[in-house]
């Protein structure tokens, strides 16, 4: 069973338009991590949210993290070619050392 | 600045053989971890230490063996390579925790299992 579902799991939009993606639970999460993998690379952290209801932006990207953090959305605004990669939301497990990932959103940008 | 540093970038075994991929980072953390990525499952955790001389099992530790005797580098061990272990490594390191900070991880190991 997997303990973040991240949806779509695959995502081709065109260049100037935008684009959400989901990243859902049944348990609650002291916090999210959003990371951007790109071919070949490792991910990249891109943005922590810690506070339900909690919004962060990153110049067109903007992360949500639900009222009752379970749940977190990312919204990229007019998406670019750089925006293309794998975005994987991560939350840190109670008594373990280590982070669950979701198994991620693949976005396309068509330019 | 380096970072996370992970070789080989690209290996193919055949089954039975062994070898070690190598990870090292100069940003002085003391926490470190191996994942593996495979299509359809996600990032899944190997190993990790939380410091020089410490690790410990993650979710799929079976087949891989680390060691950690200085908080630079964290090797990871296939003592006897198996298809399923065909798979994109990735080595990561973190200062605050690895649950709770950020995760610098390296670039990557393709490593096909023959």
Redesign the interface.
């Known amino acids: 069973t997997q303990l973040l579902e991240q949806s779509p799991q695959f995502l081709s939009i065109q260049e100037g338009e935008n684009l959400t993606v989901y990243c859902n639970s049944s348990s609650v999460f002291s916090s999210l991590q959003w990371y951007r993998q790109e071919p070949g690379e490792g991910p990249v952290l891109l943005v922590t949210v810690v506070t339900g209801g909690e919004v962060k932006k990153l110049k067109r990207l903007t992360f949500q993290f639900g009222d009752a953090r379970k749940d977190s959305s990312l919204h990229i605004t007019a998406a670019q070619p750089g925006d293309t990669g794998l975005y994987l939301c991560a939350g840190p497990l109670y008594g373990n050392n280590r982070l669950a990932f979701g198994k991620g959103n693949q976005v396309v940008v068509i330019p | 600045n380096a970072g996370?540093t992970q070789t080989p970038k690209f290996q193919v075994l055949k089954t039975g053989q062994s070898m070690t991929l190598q990870c090292a980072q100069d940003m002085n953390h003391e926490?470190m971890?191996w994942y593996r990525q495979d299509p359809?499952?996600?990032?899944?955790?190997i190993h990790?230490s939380?410091g020089a001389g410490i690790t410990?099992q993650?979710?799929v530790p079976n087949g891989y063996n680390v060691s950690r005797s200085t908080t630079e580098d964290f090797p990871l061990r296939l003592l006897s390579a198996a298809p399923s272990q065909t798979s994109v490594y990735?080595c990561?390191s973190s200062w605050t925790?690895?649950?709770?900070g950020?995760?610098f991880?390296?670039?990557?190991s393709r490593l096909t299992v023959l």
Not at chain 2, 40 to 45: A, D, F
Not at chain 2, 97 to 100: A, D, R
């Open positions: 996370v926490y971890s359809g499952m996600g990032l899944r955790l990790y939380v410990d993650g979710e990735f990561a925790g690895l649950n709770t950020e995760l991880f390296g670039e990557g």
